[in-house]
Structure formats: structure tokens, C-alpha cells
């Protein structure tokens, strides 16, 4: 029988099933330190997609006061192409929405695709570029989402 698929907010014991699937996905990382301290803010939303009892996917946001922003979303590598990714930023279009953020945004490397065409399908539209945004010079696009919030304060 197929191991049911389970969303559930991130925890700390996800720390290095999440690191291990970011490290694969090229996305940048961060200390162990740091990422307990984020998990640990009010302003963090995290979400995992678990399966099996492994996690198979992940998506995080930090709420800035005037908008929510997407600090990492991936799906591991052999569960790709069979729609967690579009469920996992709707989960966090979701987080956003019921934290009372206006907009969400993300910034994306020009290169990845399959990135702005997940998150350009759901409705985020590219409103700019960050010129070497990235360690190797590469540059980012800036996707964003309007959301019915006000922000959510200082
Ligand atoms: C981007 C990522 C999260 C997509 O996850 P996924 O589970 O494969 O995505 P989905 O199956 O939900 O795909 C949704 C839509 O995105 C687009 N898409 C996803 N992967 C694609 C690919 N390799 N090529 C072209 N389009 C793609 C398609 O429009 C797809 O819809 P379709 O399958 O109906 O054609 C995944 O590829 C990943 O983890 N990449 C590495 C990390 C990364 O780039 N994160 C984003 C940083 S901004």
C-alpha cells in the first residue's frame, strides 16, 4: 500500500532530514544554530511534507511586517513532478495569507524554471530582478503574490 502524504508544521527534529533535501536542491545553506533559531520565531512559518515517516518535501516563510517572504521550498529529488510542490506554496500562500500579510514574495534564481513556472502557475507575477544576488553572481527574480492582508505589523 502507498504511505499516505502528511503536511505538518516543521520541528526541530526535521532540522537535517530539511538540510539534507535543501543540500541536493543546490538551495543555500544554513548552520544548525540559525535554523533552530528561526524555527523558534513567531515570524517563522515552516511547513514538511512527510511520507512514510521521512520527509519529502519543505517549505518556509518568514513574516516581514509589509509581506511574507518564501525562505526555502523543495521536494526531494524522486518525488518530484507529481504536484507537492504546487501543494506546498499553496500551504504557504495559505500561512501568509491567514497571518494578515499583504503580499508574498520570493526571490528565484533567473536559471531555474521549473521554480518560476510552479510559482508563476499559481499566480505570482515577477516584478523585478536582484542584479548577483547569489554567491556565484548569478541573478535573482524577484516573484511576488498580492495577498487580502494589511501586513502584519512591526
Ligand atoms: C521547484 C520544485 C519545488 C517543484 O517541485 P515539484 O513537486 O516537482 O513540482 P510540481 O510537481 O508541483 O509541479 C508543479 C508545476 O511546476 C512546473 N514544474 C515543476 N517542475 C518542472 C520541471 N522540471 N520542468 C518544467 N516545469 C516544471 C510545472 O508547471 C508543474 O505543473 P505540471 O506538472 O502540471 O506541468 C522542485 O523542482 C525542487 O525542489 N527544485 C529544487 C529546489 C528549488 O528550486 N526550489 C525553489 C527555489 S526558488
Known sequence: MTEPF?????????I??????????ALPQRSLEARKKDLSSERNRGVVLESG???VGL????????????????????????????????????LA????????????RASNGPAQKLYRGLGFEGVGERRHYYIDGEDATILTRKLG??????
Open 6 to 14: 502528511v503536511l505538518r508544521p516543521m520541528e526541530e527534529a526535521d
Open 16 to 25: 537535517l532530514e530539511v538540510a539534507a533535501i535543501e543540500d541536493v536542491s
Open 53 to 55: 515517516g521521512l520527509v
Open 59 to 94: 517549505g518556509s516563510l518568514w513574516l516581514a511586517p509589509d509581506e511574507a517572504h518564501v525562505t526555502s521550498l523543495a521536494v526531494s529529488k524522486e518525488m518530484r513532478r507529481r504536484g507537492h510542490g504546487r501543494r506546498l506554496v499553496w500551504a504557504l500562500v495559505a
Open 97 to 108: 495569507e491567514f497571518s494578515g500579510s499583504a503580499a508574498i514574495t520570493l526571490e528565484c
Open 149 to 154: 492582508g494589511a501586513g502584519v505589523g512591526g
